[in-house]
C-alpha cells in the first residue's frame, strides 16, 4: 500500500505565505472600512461653528469634483478628437507566484513559479459613416521569469519580450437598412451567457487575448424582447493565418485548428427572466500532439433571473454528442449558482454552486468527458485549470468533475470589494484508473480555497490581491499530495 508522504516544511513555508497574504487582505480592507469614504464622510470638528464645519467641505468637495470634471472632459476630447474617431489603451501589471500548480509535488525540480506580465493595449474605432464602425486593438505582453518553465522551446532568457497581435480587427455594421440587424466581421471577442462554454478563443496565451476569428449576426426582436445569434468561426492554431502577427515568437494560442458555428437565442419578455437556448457544432484538427480530432454537436439551454427581491440565480444544462479523437462522444454538462443578497450598506452577499462535468467511463467504448468547447479558462479559479493539465496535457480543459461551492462576498466601500469561496472538487468516474500520479478508485480531487480583495481607485485605476490554495485529495496518488498555492498582486491602469 502507497504512503502519502507529509509535505512537511514546504506546508510550513506556504502557510506563512498565505497566512500574510490574507492578513495583507484584511489589513487593507479594514484600513479602506476605516478610511472616509463617499459613504462614511468624515465628521467635522467639535469646535467648529455649524455653518462652517458644513460649508467648509461641501467648498472642499466642490473644488475636487470640478477638478475631476475638467479632467475628465480634457480626457474625452483627446479620445474623441473628431465624431468619426476615438480611441484608448490599458496597462496590466501583474506579479504571480505559484507553488505546485502542475506537480503537485514540491519534490519537482520545476514546482515554483514566479513571474512578471505586462500586458498593454491600444485600440481605436473609425466611423466612416453612420452606423459601420472599423474596430482595431493591438496587445503585447512582455513577460520577466524570475522561476519556472520558459513559454516556448529553445528560448532561455528569463526576459520574454513576445509578440504584437491584433487582438482585435472587426467590421461592425448597425442596424443593417433600418432593421434589428446587425454584424460583425473579423476578430473579435464572443462572450454568451455567462461565458461557461463560449469566452475563451486562445487558451495556450493564458488571459493575454480571448479573440474569436469570426462572422456573427445578431437580430433584436424587440416587439417580443428576443436576440438571435448565428456565429461561424474560424480559428487555426498559431493565431497567424487570419491576422498578422508583429515579430511572432513561436506562441501557439490552441492546440489544434477549429471550426465552428453557434445559433443562440436570447429571450427578456419576462422582466425577472432570462431564457436563452442554443446549438453549438465544434469541429477540431489536430495540430499539436495534445490536440483533438472531434465534431462536437452541444444543445443546452439557461435561466437566469432573481426571485423576490433578495434571490438571484443561475442555471444550465447541456448535452453533448459527436465523435471525438475517434470514439463516440456523449457527455453531460450543468452550472448553477443561487445567491442571497442582503442589500445592505456594506452589499454583504452569500452564494452556493454546483457544476458537474461527466467523466469518461474507462469501461465503456465511448467517450462520456463533457468538452468544455471555449470555455477554457479562469472561470472559479486561477489556480486549478493548470493542475487539469496533468490529466491530458491541456490546460484549463476541465471536464470530470463535481463542484460543490459556497462563498462570501463584501463590499465596505463602492471603490472595495472583498470575496471568498471554498469549493470541494469530486471526480465524476477515475478514469485515469492509477496512471502516474492517480490513484486506482479515488474520487475526491481536493478542496480549493480562494480570497480575493479588489480595489478601484477610480474609473482610469483598479488594483487587487489574489490568493488560492488547493489541498489535494486521494484522486492523485501519494507523491501527488503537497498543497498547490497561486498569489497574484494586479495594477491596472485604463486610459
Known sequence: MQQRRIPGLSVVSMAVAVIVALGSQAAWGLGAMNAPSEESPAPPSPAAEPVVAEA????????ESA????FEETLKAIKN???????????RLREVWGDNWLTLDSGTAAHEWHFQRYLSR???????????DLNVRLAWEPRVIQKGPRPNDGVHSRYIWDEVVFDNLNLKLHRIGGSGLSATLGRQDIILGNGW?????????SARTIFFDAMRLTY??????????????????????VMPVIDRSGQDVIEQDERGAIFYVTNRSIPTLQIDGYYIFKHDIRQKPTGNDADIHTAGGRLSGTLADHWAYDAELAHQWGNKNGDYLSALGANSRLSYLF???????????????????????????FDPLWGRYARWSELYPYTVAMESGRPGEQTNLHRLAGGWSISPTRKLQWRNDYHLLFADENTLRAAPGFTSRGAFRGQLLSSVLTYK???HVSTHLWTELFFPGNYYAGDRNDPALFLRYELCFTF
Open 56 to 63: 467648509a467641505p461641501s467648498l472642499a468637495l466642490s473644488d
Open 67 to 70: 477638478s475631476a470634471g475638467s
Open 81 to 91: 478628437p473628431v465624431p468619426w474617431f476615438s480611441w484608448g489603451g490599458d496597462l
Open 122 to 132: 491600444l485600440w481605436g474605432t473609425l466611423t466612416p459613416v453612420k452606423d459601420v
Open 197 to 205: 462554454l463560449v469566452l475563451e478563443g486562445t487558451p495556450l496565451d
Open 220 to 241: 433584436e426582436a424587440e416587439p417580443i424582447q428576443t436576440t438571435f445569434d448565428a456565429i461561424y468561426i474560424h480559428q487555426d492554431h498559431a493565431g497567424d493565418r
Open 343 to 369: 442589500k445592505d450598506r456594506m452589499d454583504n452577499q452569500l452564494r452556493i454552486a454546483y457544476e458537474f462535468l461527466s467523466g469518461d467511463d474507462p469501461r465503456s467504448s465511448a467517450n462520456e468527458a
Open 457 to 459: 481607485v477610480n474609473e
